[in-house]
């Protein structure tokens, strides 16, 4: 074989395998188009839900009056309860409930146990980055709860034994406030006031409206005071995982649509409102952000 020859067949060699190289380079990029497009269709987690007909929410079991259980139907109750109904009903889906604490609210949801959270979440910059949430569908503020015979002064407490809800913004809240305080996190509110009334703290702290659902049904409530002046402000909102565009958006339109047609009110109104053990003024609107 000549040199020329030679030339043009190794010319030859190196064309085939460009040819072949990228057509292999081609196969590959389809692959990996076919992969994203089925991890997009698997990530659609919105057409799971309806494609199982049931939709599974993370809510609380002993957190009066969002969520505890009803002692003659032995039911999940409450005002949490009540909107994730409100969800599955628009969605067309079963109700499946996951009783939860405050501490494993977020972890069920990342666990996939739970397809939203729906347990008086309060939305914070930490949260907002392994957790999108909905728009505020509840306003509300830190409060203590002391005994009646205590100081009305907030600031009167900085040194004190203070009790929170382990995982909540209100235990975040006193660190913050208060860091010479000593923070004692109890695993719901009801082992907090226990705590309370044994002295093991001098004052418990959480959202306004539980502490008053909370003083109404109990016993000795004539031995407690809440008192006025708020720890922080907090907006609660529906946790949707992450990268979840379609899911979250239905979440916002229900919320938008039962504040226009009433029910939100309503739903407020049958928990907070006039005639229930702890009234308050509904002093919000549920709105796009």
Excluded: C
């Excluded at 044994?198 to 409206?209: F, P």
């Amino acid at each position: 074989m000549t040199r020329q020859q030679t030339i043009i067949l190794s010319r030859g060699m190196m064309t085939v395998m460009l040819t072949q190289g990228k057509k292999a380079i081609f196969a590959l990029s389809l692959l990996a188009l076919n992969s994203l497009a089925i991890s997009a269709a698997h990530a659609d987690q919105l057409a799971d839900i309806k494609k199982a007909g049931v939709v599974k929410v993370a809510t609380f079991d002993a957190n009066p009056p969002f969520g505890s259980v009803d002692p003659k139907t032995h039911e999940l109750v409450g005002y949490d309860i009540d909107f994730a109904k409100a969800l599955a009903k628009a969605w067309g889906v079963k109700l499946q409930l996951v009783a939860t604490n405050p501490a494993n609210r977020i972890p069920l949801l990342q666990s996939g146990k739970a397809d939203l959270i729906v347990a008086d979440i309060t939305i914070t910059p930490e949260r907002a980055q392994v957790v999108d949430f909905s728009t505020p569908y509840f306003v509300t503020g830190q409060q203590f709860l002391v005994p009646a015979t205590a100081s009305n002064s907030l600031d009167s407490y900085s040194k004190d034994r203070i009790g929170a809800v382990k995982g909540t913004t209100g235990e975040q809240a006193l660190h913050q406030r208060f860091p010479q305080a000593r923070v004692l996190a109890y695993d719901d509110i009801p082992l907090a006031l226990t705590a309370l009334r044994n002295g093991n703290v001098q004052a418990i702290t959480q959202d306004s409206t539980i502490l008053a659902g909370l003083l109404a049904e109990a016993p000795d409530k004539q031995k407690f005071k809440i008192l006025p002046d708020l720890l922080s402000k907090e907006e609660i909102g529906i946790g949707v995982s992450k990268n979840q565009p379609a899911l979250l958006n239905a979440v916002n339109t229900e919320l938008i649509s039962l504040e226009k047609s009433g029910e939100a009110t309503t739903i407020y109104n049958r928990w907070f409102g006039p005639g229930t053990p702890a009234p308050q003024p509904r002093n919000f609107t549920i709105k796009a952000n």
